[in-house]
T-cell receptor
Framework: GNSVTQMEGPVTLSEEAFLTINCTYT??????LFWYVQYPGEGLQLLLK?????DKGSNKGFEATYRKETTSFHLEKGSVQVSDSAVYFC?????????????FGTGTRLTVIP | NAGVTQTPKFQVLKTGQSMTLQCAQD?????MYWYRQDPGMGLRLIYY???????DKGEVPNGYNVSRLNKREFSLRLESAAPSQTSVYFC???????????FGQGTRLTVV
């Protein structure tokens, strides 16, 4: 079946530190991979995505590369800011039945301190 | 610029009461979804609708029903609320295929 395993949190970093949040997946086919971010009191927003192996998604200084050989999609940012404090979800999409079903990891809470 | 709109934002129910969560999207998307978010469990799919007129069960459908009223609207009904249904509920929509999903702001439901 489809599943996503995400690095347990919470993660606390100082401003300007390097961030890595690990994500690995299991999929029956060739899924698309996503990182969503949830700021306090809000819904989820797409942060970045990759639709095939070796694609790199990037947005707002965050990057993740779709690695089929290691079934991973780790999120990285070179220098985090206080405003990056949020919960980050790794997800994959399953294209069965023509629907874009999303399978989510458990989320990683990031807190960035000044 | 509304995107996905959910109502209500907050609700407290007594055990056994019923209610309907409303969701509407203005992006002309074919697919719509209902998720619940619980601490330490991420988001789990309750029901989804691949297109107008179709609905299918997700991972945790028990205790819920849905209606795809038209292309814009997808409602979630709790017929007899239970404390285990205390959660944050998110509606989402997407185009068919592997494009991104757009989420509403959520409904925080407490069942006492």
């Amino acid at each position: 079946g489809n599943s996503v395993t995400q690095m347990e949190g919470p993660v606390t970093l100082s401003e300007e530190a390097f961030l890595t949040i690990n994500c690995t997946y299991t999929a029956t086919g060739y899924p698309s991979l996503f990182w969503y971010v949830q700021y306090p009191g809000e819904g989820l927003q797409l942060l970045l995505k990759a639709t095939k192996a070796d694609d790199k998604g990037s947005n707002k200084g965050f990057e993740a590369t779709y690695r089929k050989e290691t079934t991973s999609f780790h999120l990285e940012k070179g220098s985090v800011q206080v405003s990056d404090s949020a919960v980050y979800f790794c997800a994959l999409s399953d294209h069965r039945s023509g629907a874009n079903n999303l399978f989510f990891g458990t989320g990683t809470r990031l807190t960035v301190i000044p | 610029n509304a995107g996905v709109t959910q109502t209500p934002k907050f609700q407290v129910l007594k055990t056994g009461q019923s209610m309907t969560l409303q969701c509407a999207q203005d992006m002309n998307h074919n697919s719509m979804y209902w998720y619940r978010q619980d601490p330490g469990m991420g988001l789990r799919l309750i029901y989804y609708s691949a297109s107008e007129g179709t609905t299918d069960k997700g991972e945790v459908p028990n205790g819920y029903n849905v209606s795809r009223l038209n292309k814009r609207e997808f409602s979630l009904r709790l017929e007899s609320a239970a404390p285990s249904q205390t959660s944050v509920y998110f509606c989402a929509s997407s185009e068919q295929g592997f494009t991104e999903a757009f989420f509403g702001q959520g409904t925080r439901l407490t069942v006492v």
